[in-house]
């Protein structure tokens, strides 16, 4: 789940360019576009029942603009402003968003060099790289390794939405249905199985926090530990959004982008 606040923005917000892109399956997808001119663009994809005006992606965006490099930030089908209907289990359906968004760039003589997630996106951006060989750098933010765990259904859960072929459920303020066919979706979404076969000439950054409740440290510690060319950061007491660890979040990623564009 994706749980950060929606507070003040760490680095001052520019003027974006707001940006439709038709995905694969006819729906419109709706994102900004923080514009310096730069041809690399890097590309943030926002987690679990959120958006493109998550604190981190507009931290991340803001400051990658201020380098100088550009940042795209965009709603997956069924959140925010894009079309679709939200799906609890899409997160191949989201890398071929992911896929979409590059291609559009790609066309208009631009090329994406960096993908950036955060919790669900965190997930998005590893498993579109186990598909895709055409990013250089990855980085997954707070990504869960066992799609299996962090089920929040309620005791039985499976039992109940076979019976019924959903449930209604809700995590804070957001109210979703979880359908059988999507819940096993997740389920058998193996991020094993698609870590391995990202191709070691992709270098990827794992970012998680020590205090994060919502998806354990030990989540990253997997990844790092079936990824070839992985570099792992645990930022010490920062929970799942990076709460009152932005700054130093928002360095981290800075620093991995300028140290792989000089390789």
Same mark, same amino acid.
């Given at each position: 789940m994706d749980s950060s606040p929606e507070g003040n923005s760490a680095c001052a917000q520019q003027q974006e360019q $707001?940006?439709?892109?038709?995905? /694969?399956?006819?729906? #419109?997808?709706?994102?900004?576009?923080?514009?310096?001119? +730069?041809r690399e663009v890097v590309v943030l994809c926002h987690g679990f029942k959120s958006d493109k005006n998550n604190t981190i992606l507009k931290n991340v965006a803001a400051a990658l603009e201020k380098?100088?490099? /550009? &940042?795209?930030? *965009?709603?997956? +089908?069924?959140?925010?402003?894009?079309?679709?209907? *939200?799906?609890?289990?899409?997160?191949?359906?989201?890398?071929?968003?992911?896929?979409? %968004?590059?291609?559009?760039?790609?066309? =208009?003589? !631009? %090329?994406?060099?960096?993908?950036?997630?955060?919790? !669900? @996106?965190?997930?998005?951006v590893l498993l579109y790289a186990s598909k895709y060989g055409n990013i250089r750098n990855v980085i997954s933010?707070?990504?869960?390794?066992?799609? $299996? #765990?962090?089920?929040?259904?309620?005791? @039985?859960?499976?039992? !109940?939405?076979?019976?019924?072929? *959903?449930?209604? &459920? $809700?995590?804070? $303020? +957001?109210? *979703?249905? %979880?359908?059988?066919? /999507?819940?096993?979706?997740?389920?058998?979404t193996d991020m094993h199985e698609a870590c391995l076969k990202i191709d070691k000439q992709v !270098? %990827?950054? =794992?970012v998680h926090g020590s205090g994060d409740k919502v998806v354990p440290a030990g989540d990253a510690q997997e990844f790092a530990k079936i990824i070839p060319n992985n570099k792992l950061e645990i930022v010490k007491k920062a929970d799942h959004g990076y709460t009152k660890h932005q700054t130093q979040l928002v360095s981290?990623?800075?620093e991995f982008i300028k140290t792989v564009a000089e390789k």
């Open positions: $707001k940006i439709e892109i038709q995905n /694969s399956h006819n729906e #419109k997808l709706v994102g900004l576009l923080h514009e310096t001119g +730069s380098e100088g490099t /550009s &940042a795209f930030r *965009f709603d997956f +089908s069924g959140n925010g402003e894009s079309e679709g209907g *939200f799906n609890y289990g899409n997160y191949w359906y989201e890398a071929d968003d992911l896929h979409s %968004v590059i291609q559009h760039f790609s066309n =208009t003589n !631009r %090329v994406v060099t960096t993908i950036i997630g955060h919790s !669900r @996106g965190g997930n998005v933010i707070s990504g869960r390794y066992d799609l $299996k #765990k962090g089920i929040r259904l309620g005791d @039985g859960y499976l039992e !109940r939405i076979k019976e019924q072929g *959903f449930i209604d &459920a $809700k995590e804070g $303020k +957001s109210e *979703f249905r %979880v359908t059988h066919a /999507s819940l096993m979706e997740r389920l058998e !270098r %990827v950054l =794992t981290i990623v800075l």
